[in-house]
C-alpha cells in the first residue's frame, strides 16, 4: 500500500512569491493535514481537510491556504511568501478525522525561500 | 489548552543498554497520546498510541511507553537501544473531547545511540 505521497521535495522560491504543495494521501484516508517544521517552532498544524471541508485551522496568517479535492488529494499555498516561511511542510493523512486515529506523514516539501 | 513536553533535547545510550525518551502532557479531559519517530530528511513516522485500557503501550521496532496518567506522562522505552534507533523522536497529544484533529507535539527529543 502506498503512502502518503508530497511533490515536490525540494523548492527554492524567491520573497514575494507563491507557491503550491500537492499531497496525495494513504488510499482510503478522508482526513489531510499539514504541518510546519522549523527549528525555531518545531511542529506546528497548520489546517485539517476532510470530505473536502476546512475542519480545523491553526494560527496562520491568511497567506497559507489549503484545499482538498474529491479524490482526497490536498493542496496548500502560500502566497507572498516571506523568508520565514522557509521549512519542511508534512500533510499527513488519517482513516478519519479526530479521535484515537493515527496520523501516517509524507516525507516532506522542503520550501527555501530567498 | 493542550501542550506536550520533552524536557531533553537530546539523550545519549549506550548500544545495548536501555533507554528512556521523556514525555508530559497537558490536556483537558482524556488524552490520545503518540509518539513518533523521524530520520534526517524524511517525515514522521508512527510508532505507537496510547487511547485506553493498559497502561503499557508495545509498538513498532521493539519500543514501547508508559502512559501514566497521575504524572501526566508518557514515556518511550526500549530494553535493549541500537545504533539504527539514532533519531529524532516527537511526542504528540489529542484531546478526545474537542473533535479536533490535529496532533500538539513535542520539541522534540535527539536520540544517539553511542556503538
Known amino acids: 500500500k502506498a503512502g502518503v505521497t508530497q511533490t515536490p521535495r525540494y523548492l527554492i522560491k524567491t520573497r514575494g512569491q507563491q507557491v503550491t504543495l500537492s499531497c496525495s494521501p494513504i488510499s482510503g484516508h478522508r482526513s489531510v493535514s499539514w504541518y510546519q517544521q522549523t527549528p525555531g517552532q518545531g511542529l506546528q498544524f497548520l489546517f485539517e481537510y476532510f470530505s473536502e471541508t476546512q475542519r480545523n485551522k491553526g494560527n496562520f496568517p491568511g497567506r497559507f491556504s489549503g484545499r482538498q479535492f474529491s479524490n482526497s488529494r490536498s493542496e496548500m499555498n502560500v502566497s507572498t511568501l516571506e523568508l520565514g516561511d522557509s521549512a519542511l511542510y508534512l500533510c499527513?493523512?488519517?482513516?478519519?478525522?479526530?479521535?484515537?486515529?493515527?496520523?501516517?506523514f509524507g516525507q516532506g516539501t522542503r520550501l527555501t525561500v530567498v | 489548552a493542550q501542550s506536550v513536553a520533552q524536557p531533553e533535547d537530546q539523550v545519549n545510550v549506550a548500544e545495548g543498554n536501555p533507554l528512556t525518551v521523556k514525555c508530559t502532557y497537558s490536556v483537558s479531559g482524556n488524552p490520545y497520546l503518540f509518539w513518533y519517530v523521524q530520520y534526517p530528511n524524511r517525515g514522521l513516522q508512527f510508532l505507537l498510541k496510547y487511547i485506553t485500557g493498559d497502561n503499557l503501550v508495545k509498538g513498532s521496532y521493539g519500543f514501547e511507553a508508559e502512559f501514566n496518567k497521575s504524572q501526566t506522562s508518557f514515556h518511550l522505552k526500549k530494553p535493549s537501544a541500537l545504533v539504527s534507533d539514532s533519531a529524532l523522536y516527537f511526542c504528540a497529544v489529542r484531546a478526545s473531547q474537542t473533535g479536533a484533529n490535529n496532533l500538539f507535539f513535542g520539541t522534540g527529543t535527539r536520540l544517539t545511540v553511542i556503538p
Open positions: 499527513a493523512s488519517s482513516l478519519s478525522t479526530g479521535g484515537s486515529t493515527e496520523a501516517f
